[in-house]
């Protein structure tokens, strides 16, 4: 049974390098967890399939394509899984990112996303997301605060060393897709600090 720290998966950089900087690998923190509707979109909109001869047998890296969107995931697995797709599908960081800017105003421009945010101002949609991030994860926390006019502040708490600074960056174009499509214009996220236990944000708009 081969190992993601075999020679032959060199090609998996940042995964190997997350992995190793948490204190027990992929088994570390059960208690976080994230809900599979997360990867059962990544798979409806990212070509996953060519993946599994370019990983090990142990541990398993990518959430299964047959994962339910109601059942929980370990969210080390999920986040390890972002970096398997940087990895091997993606040239870039930037490349990544924008296919979950597309992946995300897909998943938001469904009848029951517009009828929401045609009800929603951009500081309520990051409310709103704040909410939903609840919903779909265990073990991590999202706080948002108005820091006045047209701008809000983020916090995601986390076990150390859980969330990778490019997954932190992924989920801020989700909060920037839900503010544009609330209505803000000009919309601008920052990461403004990436750190073992906390990550924060600003998103402006006009």
């Given amino acids: 049974m081969s190992s993601v720290f075999d020679a032959k998966?060199?090609?998996?950089?940042r995964t190997r390098a997350y992995l190793r900087s948490l204190p027990n690998g992929l088994a570390s923190y059960p208690e976080a967890r994230?809900?599979?509707?997360?990867?059962?979109?990544i798979h409806s909109w990212t070509d996953t399939t060519s993946l599994q001869e370019k990983l090990p047998s142990d541990p398993?890296?990518?959430p299964s394509r047959a994962v339910l969107a109601g059942s929980w995931i370990p969210a080390v697995q999920s986040f390890a899984g972002h970096l398997v797709l940087r990895d091997c599908l993606f040239s870039s960081d930037e490349a990544i990112i924008e296919h979950f800017r597309a992946m995300d105003r897909e998943l938001m421009s469904s009848p029951v996303y517009r009828v929401l945010f045609a009800l929603a101002s951009p500081a309520m949609a990051v409310r709103g997301a704040s909410r939903s991030f609840a919903a779909m994860f265990q073990g991590l926390a999202l706080h948002g605060q108005s820091s006045g006019g047209n701008s809000v502040d983020l916090a995601l708490q986390y076990p150390a060393a859980l969330l990778p600074s490019l997954v932190a960056r992924l989920?801020?174009?989700a909060f920037e897709v839900a503010v544009?499509?609330?209505g803000g214009k000009s919309v601008v996220g920052r990461m403004i600090g990436h750190g073992l236990?906390?990550?924060?944000f600003t998103i402006s708009w006009e």
Wanted: avoid cysteine; glycine fraction near 4%.
């Fill in 197 to 200: 236990v906390q990550t924060t």
């Fill in 180 to 182: 544009e499509l609330a």
């Fill in 34 to 41: 994230s809900k599979g509707f997360v990867w059962k979109n």
């Fill in 171 to 173: 989920y801020l174009v």
């Fill in 60 to 62: 398993e890296l990518l």
């Fill in 9 to 13: 998966f060199t090609h998996l950089t």
